[in-house]
């Protein structure tokens, strides 16, 4: 859909950029993406995403805010402490972009839910803090071929790759059988909050390029950030031919 004089106005600083047209900005406009967890990584790239003009965000998180959550979570005002994470966050974002349809859910995601809420997402940007969770989600994504914006941050770490099922591999066949452990949490080990909108931001980047038809920065890369020492590290990855969940044996594809 051709973009309103509004839309025209509000996006103008990024229609600017010489290689930025506005069919690009109608694709973004069209694209509908599904953030999972709104803690300290989906409460910074949701917002980002609404502020970008995406036409439709899934919001799924079962958390309520929490003091804790205030220094890092940049969707949230002290006045969100005891509210639903999803709605806080929906408010938040509607007073961002009035333009951006928000749906939440106020459940974990799981097996048995995902198909039902994410059937209308386009592309999804990770913000789990659990490998079980991600797994659900990156078989979901191979099974739809939706690609999958990985994230994960912890301390002053983080790490990103974009997975575009049939084109790369997937989160198995680079984290093999990595699995969640309690003592490597951001409540157990800290977290600083400035990392998380360096990784969010390159996530959204991410969206951007995919939504807009371009290939990816991250395609077969993992991106690490050390925020302490100001590194970027970028490693190459591939797909595992004998992935089970992505692989040629698998069921999935
Ligand atoms: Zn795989």
């Known amino acids: 859909m051709p973009l309103s004089d509004e839309q025209k ?65 940049l969707l949230f005002n002290t006045e969100d402490v005891g509210k639903k994470k999803v709605e806080a966050a929906s408010i938040n974002l509607q007073k ?49 071929k939706k690609p999958y914006v990985f994230a994960g941050a912890v301390e002053y770490y983080a790490n990103t790759t974009t997975f575009l099922p049939c084109s790369t591999g997937c989160l198995n066949c680079v984290m093999g059988d990595a699995k969640d452990n309690s003592e490597m949490t951001a409540a157990s080990i800290g977290i600083t909050p400035e ?7 390159i996530q959204v980047r991410e969206a951007v390029l995919i939504a807009t038809k371009k290939k990816p920065n991250l395609f077969n890369k993992l991106l690490s950030i050390d925020i302490n020492s100001i590194a970027f590290d970028i490693f190459e990855i591939q797909k595992n031919e004998n992935c089970e969940v992505c692989g040629a044996s698998s069921s999935k594809e």
């Open 195 to 201: 990392i998380l909108p360096i990784v969010t931001s």
């Open 9 to 73: 106005d509000r996006y103008s600083r990024f229609l600017r950029l010489t290689d930025v047209h506005e069919e690009d900005m109608e694709l973004i406009n069209s694209t509908n993406i599904g953030v999972i967890g709104v803690g300290g990584l989906g409460s910074s790239s949701s917002r980002l995403l609404a502020a970008m003009g995406f036409k439709k965000l899934i919001l799924v998180d079962p958390d309520i805010v929490e003091l804790s959550n205030i220094q890092r979570q």
């Open 96 to 144: 961002l972009n009035p333009q951006v349809e928000i749906e939440t859910y106020d459940v974990a995601i799981q097996s048995n839910n995902i198909t039902d809420i994410l059937r209308d997402v386009d592309i999804i940007i990770d913000g789990l803090d659990s490998f079980k969770a991600r797994r659900i989600v990156n078989e979901y994504s191979i099974e739809k």
